[in-house]
């Protein structure tokens, strides 16, 4: 009887091990959904810019500065890891803030129903990438309590669990906007 305390408490430890172990594994494996998820919205962007500019171009032929920062920011969007796509990502944020200001400066290209249309697809991919951001950061979020909380910490260690970074914004996005009339 004696034997049965010490092998029910050495069983309830492994599951108890094997549960934690599956619990980091879960949140990993979430973190790397969550990041396809923007994959998913940054390449929705890459293919719809290319319409946009096609468009742009025929009313703006002369504004060929600004269409070609997009070209390129769009082009170096899906190279290279995580850190490359969202420096891209933000460069293309810039240059996409530039493209839309044009519509003031072209009257004709503000009335363009493909342009407005592409400009609405543009601004729901922008929400969806903020959406999938949000995700990614609530699952690191989650993933490094786990990793730091007792006893799952243990766990984490023995296995070789690493903390991962959230996605943070530029420093150019932290300024107020400025509104003058």
């Known amino acids: 009887m004696t034997l049965w305390i010490p092998l029910g408490v050495a069983a309830l430890a492994v599951v108890y091990w094997i549960a934690q172990y599956n619990a980091l594994v879960r949140l990993r494996n979430w973190i790397e959904e969550a990041w396809a998820q923007i994959d998913v919205q940054l390449k929705r962007r890459y293919d719809l810019i290319p319409n946009l500019v096609e468009t742009v171009k025929a009313y703006a032929k002369h504004e060929q500065e600004t269409l070609q920062k997009v070209i390129e920011a769009r082009n170096r969007l899906l190279a290279g890891g995580r850190a490359e796509q969202l420096e891209a990502n933000e460069q293309l944020t810039g240059a996409l803030k530039t493209l839309f200001a044009l519509q003031e400066a072209y009257p004709d290209l503000k009335a363009h129903e493909g342009f407005n249309k592409l400009q609405e697809q543009l601004e729901g991919t922008e929400n969806k990438i903020a959406a999938a ?25 023995v296995h070789g669990f690493k903390r991962v970074e959230m996605l943070e914004i530029a420093a150019a996005e932290r300024e107020a906007v400025r509104v003058e009339f």
């Open 133 to 157: 951001r949000q995700l990614y950061n609530r699952t690191v979020m989650q993933y490094n309590t786990k990793l730091e909380s007792f006893p799952s910490n243990l766990v984490a260690n």
